[in-house]
């Protein structure tokens, strides 16, 4: 059994004593803990102190400004519940694809966005690692995953980035300097040893989604081993917009688990931009999405196999994202 190192813990009463709490040296940021308590129990993370955010970050999802203010401690269970309409249906999707339900009921949706990379030279107990010197991401100089490689590949793996990205949702993030604004897709580095985009003390408030055509649909797709539980081979997020013709007038598509943050492919989306999404249209953006993934050798599945399925879970996700966009479009009309 792997035991909890002792570790202080601390439960701020708001959100600027909570930024405060964070300032501190070694204090580092705890919402559902069902990632980092894992991470305390394998020595992969040490903090000095936890700062629960159960205070300090709002929870639901907030219709008044147009769009969808999705709280950061709502749990993905609320979140798959959430009947969305089509334009951003892959939401839910993916919240529901997320682990199992009794880690849903917990995990929130800012430790989704949030969440560290994974390989599975890292992801282990400490004693398991204990057989081989110590890789970058674990301090030291090395990498098991690309022998002779100067940089992490961990993999970026949360389900909810490339459904928030593919339907062009922001964060909205406080910290000591006060609040911003940013969209998903820079609230990350693309690299495996720091991910995240985000500043000391800075605490990821909500995901703020837009209000979008009503002609449009969102899908999210992951291919894994085993549908109740685990982490993606691959996963997709495909936006699409119907026009006047009837033709596809702009797309978007995000990859996640293939590289260190979620990707998006310009060429996917332009191979579906005019098209009808007939087979031919998916087949190029299928391509187009093998060739943008970067696999290395550090999850469960072989590379070959990641990029493979990529090209399926972006065909799957785009297919049902046109059909939810026609049918809205039809149901409009
Ligand atoms: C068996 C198992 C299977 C899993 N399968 C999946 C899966 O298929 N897909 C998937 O995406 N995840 C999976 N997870 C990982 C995890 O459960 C989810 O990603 C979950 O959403 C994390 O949320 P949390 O609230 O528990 O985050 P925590 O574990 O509390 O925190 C995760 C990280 O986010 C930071 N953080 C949390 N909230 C904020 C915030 N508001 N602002 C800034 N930083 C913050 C924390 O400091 C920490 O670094 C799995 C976990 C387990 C144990
Ligand atoms: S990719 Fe390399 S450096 Fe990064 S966690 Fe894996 S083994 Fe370590």
Redesign the pocket.
């Known amino acids: 059994m792997l035991r909890l190192p002792p570790t202080r813990w601390t439960r701020p009463p708001s959100l600027d004593a909570a930024v405060a709490a964070l300032g501190e040296p070694g204090a580092?940021?705890?919402?559902?803990?069902?990632?980092?308590?894992?991470a305390l129990k394998n020595r992969t993370g040490r903090p000095q102190c936890l700062v629960s955010?159960a205070d300090a970050?709002p929870a639901g999802i907030d219709t008044g400004g147009g769009g969808w203010a999705i709280g950061?401690a709502t749990t993905?269970w609320d979140l798959e519940r959430w009947t969305a309409p089509p334009s951003v249906a892959a939401i839910p999707e993916a919240a529901r694809?997320?682990?199992a339900p009794p880690?849903r009921s917990?995990?929130?949706v800012?430790?989704?966005l949030?969440?560290?990379t994974r390989c599975v030279f890292y992801n282990q107990s400490a004693f398991w690692r204990s057989g081989r010197p110590p890789c970058r991401k674990a301090g030291g100089e090395v990498c098991h995953a690309v022998p002779g490689g100067d940089r992490c590949h961990a993999v970026f793996?949360?389900?909810?980035p490339p459904a928030l990205a593919a339907v062009g949702a922001r964060v909205r993030v406080a910290g000591p300097d006060g609040e911003r604004r940013k969209d998903v897709a820079d609230l990350y580095t693309g690299q495996g040893l720091a991910p995240l985009a985000?500043a000391a003390a800075e605490?990821?408030l909500s995901a703020d989604v837009p209000a979008l055509s009503g002609r449009s649909g969102s899908a999210f797709e992951k291919i894994r081993a085993r549908r109740g539980?685990?982490?993606?081979a691959a996963s997709a997020a495909v936006w699409v917009e119907a026009g006047d013709d009837g033709a596809c007038r702009s797309a978007r598509v995000v990859l996640g688990a293939v590289d260190s943050g979620p990707v998006r492919v310009a060429r996917a989306e332009e191979a579906l931009q005019g098209s009808l999404l007939e087979p031919e249209a998916l087949e190029t953006a299928a391509d187009a999405a093998r060739r943008a993934a970067r696999p290395v050798k550090n999850a469960d599945f072989t590379p070959a196999y990641r990029r493979k399925v990529v090209g399926v879970a972006v065909k799957r996700a785009a297919s049902r994202a046109w059909q939810r966009a026609v049918g809205a479009r039809e149901a409009s009309s």
């Open positions: 580092r940021a705890l919402a559902g803990g069902t990632d980092l308590v894992v955010l970050c950061a993905l694809s997320v682990a880690i917990r995990a929130t800012g430790g989704n949030c969440l560290d793996s949360a389900d909810l985000l605490v990821v539980l685990d982490f993606a």
